[in-house]
């Protein structure tokens, strides 16, 4: 990897070199697999994508599966396709870095699929990032496709820190018996950028459960959207939080529902959409920060969860 691409795949991953174990690392449209004995990644013959399987019992691995894309012009889809074994525990480690330099525009639709067998535990962690200084537009738009089966267990952390133009993230959920979705989202939009999210989630199991946190901050002239829905179909439990921090002219949509259709669902929703407290700022300014300094260490630490 050049410099370029070896500080996307830090920021994506959190590693300084490639990983030993199971990955795919995949640069402008090329991708470099390798498998283990006990997780299984194969290229699809029909499209672009892989099939990520993990075998029963398996515990305590991780799978790497970056996108790292440097050029400008390339539209670049993949479709992945996650089983998880019986009983296996794994954090999968997943997202896309974009720079680009050029006036034209860099794209990337990662069309995701977990399935998840009884019992099974997954962590999956999927950041996004946006550089370069040219003119083209970053664009990201994920679509993830989630199946847990009875007493699986899946937590989603999608992060989003500024530099990508536009993104469009759709994520479809059936949480089975005993099964638990969490997923937890944070969002930063600057200049122009827009965001939009959109959650659907089926609560067909007795005893099921899914959480949604959506941390977000828009800026400058940016757009952010939220929309989520989680329909209870049996004895269940469904919590969505939205808290959105707004600045300069920047405008936050956020539309949670909930619609029950089992006299034993129990489902929640909570938004809040509003400004930087300014007891926060003067306690900061105090310290001889100034207002802009202020705000950043609020902003990081409202969307880090510190």
Not at 195 to 201: E, G
Not at 204 to 212: A, F, L, Q, R
Not at 227 to 247: A, M, Q, R, T, W
């Amino acid at each position: 990897m050049d410099s370029i691409e070896q500080k996307l795949f830090e920021k994506l991953t959190e590693l300084h070199k490639i990983p030993s174990g199971a990955f795919s690392i995949r640069k402008n449209g090329t991708s470099e697999l390798s498998s283990t004995k006990e997780i299984e990644i194969v290229k699809k013959t029909h499209k672009n994508g892989i099939d990520i399987i993990v075998k029963p019992n398996v515990i305590g691995k991780s799978v790497h599966i970056p996108v790292i894309i440097t050029v400008g012009g390339l539209s670049d889809i993949v479709y992945n396709d996650f089983y998880i074994g019986e009983n296996a525990d794994v954090m999968i480690v997943a997202g896309c870095g974009i720079h680009n330099a050029t006036c034209k525009t860099s794209m990337h639709n990662g069309l995701h699929s977990f399935h998840l067998s009884r019992n099974s535990k997954v962590r999956y962690i999927e950041r996004h990032i946006g550089e370069g200084e040219g003119e083209g537009e970053k664009i990201l738009n994920p679509v993830t496709k989630v199946y847990l089966e009875e007493g699986a267990q899946m937590t989603m952390e999608t992060t989003q820190l500024g530099g990508v133009s536009s993104t469009i993230r759709k994520t479809f959920a059936t949480v089975k018996d005993n099964a638990k979705l969490t997923i937890q989202e944070n969002i930063l939009t600057t200049d122009n950028q827009i965001a939009k999210t959109q959650f659907k989630v089926n609560l067909t199991g007795k005893n099921s459960g899914v959480e949604v946190v959506s941390h977000s901050v828009a800026r400058d002239n940016s757009l952010q959207e939220f929309k989520s829905n989680v329909i209870g179909k049996n004895e269940c439990f469904g919590h969505v939080e939205c808290d959105g921090i707004l600045l300069d002219n920047a405008r936050i949509i956020s539309l949670p529902t909930v619609d029950a259709q089992c006299k034993e669902a129990s489902l929640v929703h909570e938004a809040a959409i509003g400004k930087i407290a300014g007891e926060e700022l003067v306690k900061l300014m105090t310290l001889g920060l100034s207002q802009k300094e202020a705000e950043e260490i609020i902003i990081q630490g409202f969307l880090l969860g510190n």
